[in-house]
């Protein structure tokens, strides 16, 4: 009798997951559990869709034609209710039961809700899904004024589409730049001169307190904790993820702000896996738990899971994940854990070019770099092989940096 493979999540690391256990298990039941109404699509592409850039047709990746003709079974708009462990099933909210030999949890997080007044009235928007990416084009194509919170790398995509769809926006910050935790206030001022070109203009050490809705339940306006009322016809919240870990929470499948893997992608629970967001992972390079939400480290881990889960064991995921962003005029790249780290060396290297990299003993664990991504590959090979940089991190700011400008091993 042929093994049976349960995952439930269809985004990039449940997908390629499933891909990877067709090919290497011909024989093998493959099941997808998906709450969404549609397969795989392009997570990275969804905002260049909401910013008019794109049409939908290039953003799917995977039809249901594509799962059927590799024999995987796939169930859209199907809610997981009730894990199993001890019986090996899952169930869903219309009572069908599905067993498994291994399972992969692959079910990512939920955007966070502003705990304000009206967090939840017409036009004000979280961005995950690309029904999200829908209802947002389509509200701020009638919009006028926006307002935006959030100051992180999903954040600053609302910010681009209301600079695309011609909407003047209020992007208001709790600190007193955009990505404070990975950025100094020169780098972020980069990215806060590039929104002001697109009519986004930042506004620090604000927030939202509350928002203000018409007769209808509709958005007017965000009031800020000092007071201040931002008109606004459209409003766009991004201030982190839920992780999905309640789907496990009256099992023994161990969490803490996700679900708990090894680099095998393995839980607690022998025959239980996850992949993707929700996985705090032990990262190799790192030495330490990490969480990244990253397309290609999620894809990646999908990959990796399902070769463990066909208990090949010696696959180990090692990954240097990179996050790019292409709203502006150049290019911005951030890689690896920018905000962790014990030091850090950054320098404006060129007319808007600026880079800045971490540390942690010595090593490099992530940064970021505007105008200028030549460095990356080698950033990323020198955290690949955990080269201790301390006594040479200045070097690393070189304009056109590469391995070879450091000194060898033998003379560090």
Same mark, same amino acid.
């Given at each position: ?10 985004? %990039? ?36 869709? @909401? ?91 009638? @919009? ?22 011609? +909407? ?30 697109? *009519? %986004? ?6 927030? %939202? ?12 306006? @965000? +009031? ?36 708990? +893997? ?12 996850? @992949? ?53 005029? =150049? ?39 505007? *105008? ?6 080698? =950033? ?33």
């Amino acid at each position: 009798m042929s093994d049976s493979y349960v995952i439930i999540g269809d985004g %990039v690391a449940g997908s390629s997951a499933a891909e990877t256990l067709r090919e290497e298990a011909p024989d093998a039941e493959v099941t997808v559990l998906t709450d969404e109404g549609e397969a795989l699509y392009n997570r990275i592409l969804i905002k260049e869709f @909401a910013k008019g850039k794109l049409p939908e047709a290039p953003i799917s990746i995977h039809d249901e034609e594509w799962y059927a003709e590799r024999d995987i079974d796939l169930r859209l708009n199907t809610v997981v209710v009730d894990i199993d462990v001890e019986n090996d099933r899952v169930c869903t909210h219309e009572d069908e039961v599905f067993d498994y030999d291994k399972l992969l949890l692959a079910i990512g997080g939920t955007p966070q809700q502003l705990p304000v007044e009206n967090s939840d009235a017409e036009g004000v928007h979280h961005f995950w899904t690309f029904q999200d990416a829908r209802a947002i084009k389509e509200s701020v194509e009638d @919009a006028e004024h926006g307002v935006i919170v959030g100051a992180g790398l999903l954040g600053i995509d609302f910010a681009a589409i209301c600079g695309a769809q011609d +909407v003047e926006a209020k992007y208001l910050m709790r600190g007193d730049s955009w990505w404070r935790y990975a950025l100094s206030n020169e780098g972020a001022e980069l990215m806060h001169d590039a929104m002001r070109e697109r *009519g %986004v203009e930042p506004v620090f050490d604000s927030g %939202v307190d509350r928002f203000e809705t018409d007769d209808d339940g509709v958005v007017t306006s @965000a +009031v800020d904790p000092n007071g201040e009322s931002y008109d606004c016809d459209f409003a766009g919240v991004a201030i982190g993820l839920d992780f999905n870990t309640e789907l496990v929470e009256d099992t023994p499948v161990e969490t803490d702000n996700g679900i708990i +893997v090894d680099e095998y992608m393995r839980t607690n629970v022998d025959n239980v896996f996850a @992949a993707g967001d929700i996985t705090e992972f032990h990262d190799v390079i790192l030495g330490e738990r990490a969480q990244n939400g990253a397309w290609g480290s999620a894809k990646e881990q999908g990959t990796i899971a399902a070769k463990n889960m066909l208990e090949y064991e010696s696959d180990v995921f090692e990954w240097v994940s990179s996050y790019s962003i292409t709203h502006f005029d =150049f290019p911005f790249l951030s890689f690896g854990h920018p905000t962790l780290g014990d030091d850090e060396v950054e320098a404006t290297t060129g007319d808007g070019e600026w880079r800045r990299v971490a540390l942690k003993d010595g090593r490099i664990v992530g940064g970021v770099l505007i *105008g200028d991504l030549s460095p990356q590959s080698a =950033f990323k090979q020198l955290m690949r092989e955990r080269r201790d940089v301390a006594d040479q991190k200045d070097v690393l700011m070189e304009p056109g940096f590469s391995v070879d400008d450091l000194a060898p091993k033998s003379e560090q």
